[in-house]
């Protein structure tokens, strides 16, 4: 399996440089070679805490993102608008509805900013993706959790019974991040429609590219209180080249682009050259979401294999219990090089890791056996 994905991530990327990047290459600038796979290291540190893609950036992201060095001097309107036109055709909106920023999280900086120009409240699952709340929190508005049902799914019934007059927001991750549950389409659809009539409704769909299931996105022409975000880190394999976008009603992507100093400008060349590839190199994407299936298939039998229940996951990670593993695990990671994550809820000792390749699984099979 690997020499075949091997040979598929070379064919990728020598098709990709015969077609070329109109108007990326600069006239005396040599071709560089890309690197058309990532080598899995054999005893080096294996990263599963952050939920990367670890087979990316795809072969078309890496050949245009080492042509932008070249004119990385100049700003990119134009990649810039070219960008939000591939994101616009992908999703089904227009060029007015789409925002980018230096990845998801800034673009929910800007959402933040929007909702505490009156101050109230913000509503979240627990546990969820919280990184931002600290800054919500220090612009004025304060945090209302509410807990996950059982079996980990967000309580949408909870969570429109927590709105208040003075409720600015509320964040829901579909998938959900650190539970990898989702929520149904049709019920997430009612919550969106209700909500939406009191407040600003933020959906994170991170990591719904590892799903079948439907963005929220057809529903914001029509709704000015709907925001969804998504971004260019995990499926794609962007991670650390920080651009994501928010999909919203024209007149809500006017709202948060007067929130920035610029609009539309905090995105890198190479980041942009880099996201424009990526939306280009659909078999990348297709082969990542299927290595994922395969490897969080093999992984999830694995733990519970050794008495460490999971939830079902629609994402590249996966969280399980660690109430009745005898030994310690983080301990056992930590001796093995491997990076994993924390307790995220102390009831049932639940804990998250990342699907990384099917080597990297398997050494933590071996790690924690």
Known sequence: MET????????????????????????????????YFLPEPDDGPIRLSSNENPYGPSPMARAAMAESVSISNRYQWQMVRDLISAI?????VANENVLIGAGSTQIIDTVIQLAALQKGNFILAEPTFNRWTSAAERCGIQKMLVQVTEDKRHDLTAMINAIKPDTRMVYICNPNNPTGTICKYDALVAFVKEA???????VDEAYLDYTNETSLSSLLTENV???VVKTFSKIYGLAGARIGY???HAKTIERLGQLQSGVNVGVSAASLAGAIASLKDTDFVKESYL??????AYTIQQLERLNIPCIPSYTN??????????KDFFDQLKRN???GTHIYEENGKWSRITVGTMQEMKRLISAIG
């Open 246 to 248: 928010a999909l919203a």
């Open 196 to 202: 939406t009539k009191k407040t600003l409704v933020i």
């Open 88 to 92: 616009a055709v992908k999703n089904n």
């Open 225 to 227: 209180n709907l925001i």
């Open 317 to 326: 990670f996966i969280y399980f219990s660690l109430q009745n593993y005898t």
């Open 291 to 296: 290595q994922n299936e395969k490897t969080r």
């Open 4 to 35: 075949t994905r091997r040979k598929w991530l070379t064919q990728a990327g020598v098709l990709f440089l015969g077609a070329g990047l109109a108007g990326l290459r600069a006239k005396a600038s040599p071709v560089i070679e890309p690197v």
């Open 337 to 339: 090089n491997i990076e």
